[in-house]
């Protein structure tokens, strides 16, 4: 049971939950009184945006009184694992593990021209053994679209309470609380053009959480910024090209990080594949998207290295016979490190997989991917000398899905894979996992974010 000390702690992070969620409410309701007599609409607006979001609320399936919804019970990765921490300890520590909870989208459209858009997914994880490990878990973000002739424009903001596997540098559950602001203006310039500004802000808070040289909430607690300017082309109605050019800024909020503050310039491009599916299972065309660029992350504490040169993140499947798709992807990009005296490491995964459908209710998938984390050595923080580091892991993946009615579906899961790290207690871990997810319902679902940082 927990002691006074513990009970006033929950007290007010439920208290502070309740505070920051009201604020977003709040400043929904704002810019909801702002916009409310500006200008005229048509229908949901001439804006691809517009477009996507009529999809969205038309495919909600359960409606009541002026509220459209959509909500979804699941268990996920309910089964045995063999090494909860995947080396990170002495010595494997395996156990049986679920997370379960609901999944809810509300919406609210007024004329089609203002939308209120509500998400909550509360999880609880539960491990039969390791009892430290047990935990509740919630996400929640609010949203405010308004769509006109010409113009989208997006508001909202997010709340994490979640302890959460860190990164692929460190297999440590740690408890996240992470605010995020938002905010888009879209402009369909032509049929064919349109240009969009956003601004993204995120604050990270994590538990105090050390172990040797790692010290998670002193080397990750932070705010971040950013500013993406993007423009787009899309003459065909299944291809959408576009160039994004962003501005970000990297504040620390613990004495010991204040090295890492930074600032980072970034140019990025590609193109997004709009998917094309037939009854049946048949999967056909191109459906993904491919998002590449440069990023220059200037790191000002002194000592600390900057880092220049690719970036990207896509995945894209391709339907090569009439039942049968494969799948590529690829993502690099620096990340801030967790452990004490190092700036970031630079981390690269890429993989392939196939998904074939056995039948109508029935679908194979296999996936393989390889990652690296690449320590550079000559950062002279606190008077010492990092080295090079190199960490790699690669896994296996196995699923079967079974669409057991028109809302119930079921996926077998088989897991298997390696670590081999230059630092921790095992230089080399192998790690499998075997269980099943279950979905019964429609889970909710969000727009794509222009310009939006997915590396």
């Known amino acids: 049971m927990k002691g006074p000390a513990g009970k006033r702690k929950s007290v007010y992070r439920l208290l502070n939950y309740m505070k920051m969620r009201r604020t977003i409410f ?42 459209k919804y959509t909500a979804a019970f699941r268990l996920d990765n309910a089964g045995y694992d063999s090494d909860i921490y995947f080396g990170m300890m002495a010595n494997p520590v395996p156990d049986y593990t679920i997370t379960a909870g609901p999944d809810i989208q509300i919406f609210l459209p007024l004329k089609k021209r203002i939308v209120f858009d509500v998400s909550e997914s509360p999880r609880y ?19 405010v679209h308004f769509v006109f002739d010409r113009f989208y424009i997006q508001a909202g903001g997010g709340l994490i309470d979640a302890k ?15 605010d995020d602001l938002t905010g888009l ?47 787009y082309l899309q003459q065909h109605s299944k291809t959408r090209f576009y160039l994004d050019g962003e501005y970000g800024s990297f504040a620390f909020t613990e004495t010991i990080s204040g090295f890492k503050d930074a600032r980072s310039y970034g140019v990025y491009g590609g ?21 590449l660029g440069y990023k220059h992350l200037d790191v000002l504490g002194h000592g600390a290295k900057d880092y220049s040169g690719l970036v990207g993140n896509t995945g894209v499947s391709i339907g090569i016979m009439r039942f049968t798709a494969i799948r590529a992807f690829f993502s690099r990009g620096p990340q801030f490190s967790a452990y004490s005296g190092l700036t970031y490491y630079l981390q690269t995964v890429y993989g392939v997989g196939l998904a074939r459908s056995l039948s109508r209710k029935t679908t194979l998938t296999y996936d393989f991917y390889y990652g690296r984390n690449e320590y550079k050595g000559g950062e002279t923080i606190g008077g ?24 119930l579906e079921l996926n077998l899961i088989g897991n298997w894979g390696k670590r081999d790290s230059e630092f921790g207690p095992r230089p ?28």
């Open 271 to 291: 193109v997004e594949f709009l998917p094309s599916a037939e009854g049946g299972g048949q999967t056909t065309g191109i459906s993904g998207r491919i998002n």
């Open 125 to 143: 994880i539960f491990f039969f053994d390791t009892k430290r490990e047990r935990a509740l878990n919630n996400m929640f973000t609010g949203r």
């Open 164 to 178: 959460q596997r860190l990164s692929t540098e460190v297999n440590l559950n740690a408890r996240l609380k992470q």
């Open 185 to 231: 203006i879209l402009w369909q310039a032509s049929r064919e053009t349109s240009f969009a500004l956003q601004y993204r802000r995120s604050e990270f808070r994590y538990e105090n959480l050390t172990s040797g040289d790692i010290n998670i909430s002193g080397n990750l607690n932070r705010r971040e910024s950013f500013v993406n300017l993007s423009a």
């Open 384 to 407: 010492e000398v990092a080295g090079n580091r190199l960490d790699k892991y690669m896994a296996h993946s196995v699923g079967l899905n079974f669409r057991l009615g028109r809302i």
């Open 26 to 67: 709040s400043g929904l309701g704002v810019i909801f009184l702002l916009f409310l007599g500006q200008g005229r609409a048509f229908a949901w607006g001439n804006t691809w945006m517009g477009a996507a979001l009529e999809q969205m609320v038309t495919a909600a399936r359960w409606k009541v009184g002026a509220f």
């Open 428 to 455: 080399t871990s192998r790690h499998y996992f075997l269980g099943f997810s279950l979905t019964y319902g429609y889970p909710s679902g969000g727009l794509s974010m222009p310009g939006a940082r997915t590396f």
